[in-house]
Each structure stands twice: as C-alpha cells, then as structure tokens.
C-alpha cells in the first residue's frame, strides 16, 4: 500500500470521529508489514483529559491485534484542521515508545502534506532505556 492510499484509509477513520466539543476531526492509519491496516479516530470526552487522539486509538488497535514496532511500517494522520495536525505532546510520547524512530509518518488535512518520524518530532526523548537501567 502506497502513501497516499494509506492517507486515504486515514480520511475514512475520520468519519468516525466522535468529536462533539472540539468540532475537530481526526484520523489515523496504521499500516503494518503484512499489509494490515487499523484505523483510529480521535474519542473525545465529557471530562476532557479521559479524550483518545486518533494516532494513539490506531497504534493501540495495532498493538492490540499482536503488531508492535517492528511489524509496523507507517502511520498517516489527517484532520479537517485548516493545516495539518501534528501530533500532541502526549501522543509524542506514545508513539516514541510504539513506533521506529524512523517509521514514516504522513500527515496531511487534504491541502498541505509532511512527511516525519518520532526522531524528528520527540527528540531527545524519556524512554524504556531510563526506566530499564
Ligand atoms: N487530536 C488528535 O486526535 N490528534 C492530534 O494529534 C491532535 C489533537 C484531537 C484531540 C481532540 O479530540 C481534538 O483533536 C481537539 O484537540
């Protein structure tokens, strides 16, 4: 699957977004080595803070269904944002444990495109290394 079918996957995720505060939608596809895909929408909540963004309900799908790091091979995310979401700061630190440093991930919101990884949106990151010393 190429770049632009995933980012297309991502887009139909964002239909399912349940987002009635924000009004903001978000999507997300992961793309694992096999050729399967999970998709993610942003969750969001009463109680703002219990809210899920879309990359984290899409790598969570991933995990849930046995991939990991290593069987995963790209994350799109798109949103109907007036330009294109990166992910938050939370999500920085999820997906650096989740994802490759070097996983591509794709945002677009339709009109402008990136193209990243978590080496460049989480450098110098808090990670297992610290913790299992
Ligand atoms: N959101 C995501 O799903 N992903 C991001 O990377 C940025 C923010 C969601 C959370 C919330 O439902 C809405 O966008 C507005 O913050």
Same mark, same amino acid.
């Given at each position: 699957?190429?770049?632009?079918?995933?980012?297309?996957?991502?887009? #139909?995720?964002?239909?399912? =977004?349940? @987002?009635?505060? !924000?009004?903001?939608?978000?999507? /997300? +596809?992961?793309?694992?080595?096999?050729?399967?895909?999970?998709?993610?929408?942003?969750?969001?909540?009463?109680?703002?803070?219990?809210?899920?963004?879309?990359?984290?309900?899409?790598?969570?799908?991933?995990?849930?269904?046995?991939?990991? #790091?290593?069987?995963?091979? =790209?994350? @799109?995310?798109? !949103?109907?944002?007036?330009?294109? /979401? +990166?992910?938050?700061?939370?999500?920085?630190?999820?997906?650096?444990?989740?994802?490759?440093?070097?996983?591509?991930?794709?945002?677009?919101?339709?009109?402008?495109?990136?193209?990243?990884?978590?080496?460049?949106?989480?450098?110098?990151?808090?990670?297992?290394?610290?913790?299992?010393?």
């Amino acid at each position: 699957m190429e770049r632009n079918e995933l980012i297309q996957e991502a887009f #139909k995720a964002m239909e399912n =977004a349940y @987002a009635p505060y !924000s009004n903001y939608h978000v999507g /997300a +596809a992961v793309l694992c080595t096999d050729g399967k895909v999970f998709l993610g929408a942003n969750i969001e909540n009463a109680s703002f803070g219990a809210t899920n963004c879309a990359e984290r309900s899409a790598v969570f799908a991933a995990y849930s269904n046995g991939y990991r #790091k290593d069987t995963i091979e =790209a994350l @799109a995310i798109v !949103s109907d944002g007036g330009r294109i /979401a +990166a992910p938050c700061g939370i999500c920085r630190q999820v997906l650096s444990e989740l994802l490759k440093p070097d996983t591509p991930i794709w945002l677009s919101n339709g009109r402008d495109d990136c193209d990243t990884n978590m080496e460049e949106l989480l450098p110098m990151q808090f990670s297992q290394e610290d913790v299992l010393r």
